[in-house]
Nanobody, 122 residues
Framework: QVQLVESGGGWVQAGESLKLSCAASGIIFSRYTIGWYRQAPGKQREYVAAITSGTGTNYADSVKGRFTISRDNAKNTVYLQMNSLKPEDTAVYYC????????????????WGQGTQVTVSS
């Protein structure tokens, strides 16, 4: 049984930082591209960032320069360091995998975490 469990969300003020974690079980994390998605109130779920098995990274334009995705394969864990948070970053953040890649964009995989809430107040 594959499970992804996110943690690290919280309530912060604009300009502050949070670090999210996604711990996986039932899969060999190192073999797959893993990503983060988010869903804000009243909006569709959107892609945030991805990291490949070779530690290549990709970011949505809205977070590029502020967020950093990383992974620790020995711990079967991926991270999302979020700096300079803005109110528009408020959303439920989901870990997902394995991601696919086609013509310059990523597609989500079959496994999702339960989500972790990030709320940024102004």
């Amino acid at each position: 049984q594959v499970q992804l469990v996110e943690s690290g969300g919280g309530w912060v003020q604009a300009g502050e930082s949070l670090k999210l974690s996604c711990a996986a079980s039932g899969i060999i994390f190192s073999r797959y591209t893993i990503g983060w998605y988010r869903q804000a109130p009243g909006k569709q779920r959107e892609y945030v960032a991805a990291i490949t098995s070779g530690t290549g990274t990709n970011y949505a334009d809205s977070v590029k320069g502020r967020f950093t995705i990383s992974r620790d394969n020995a711990k079967n864990t991926v991270y999302l360091q979020m700096n300079s948070l803005k109110p528009e970053d408020t959303a439920v953040y989901y870990c997902n995998g394995p991601l696919g890649y086609y013509r310059g964009s990523y597609t989500s995989g079959n496994y999702w975490g339960q989500g972790t809430q990030v709320t940024v107040s102004s």
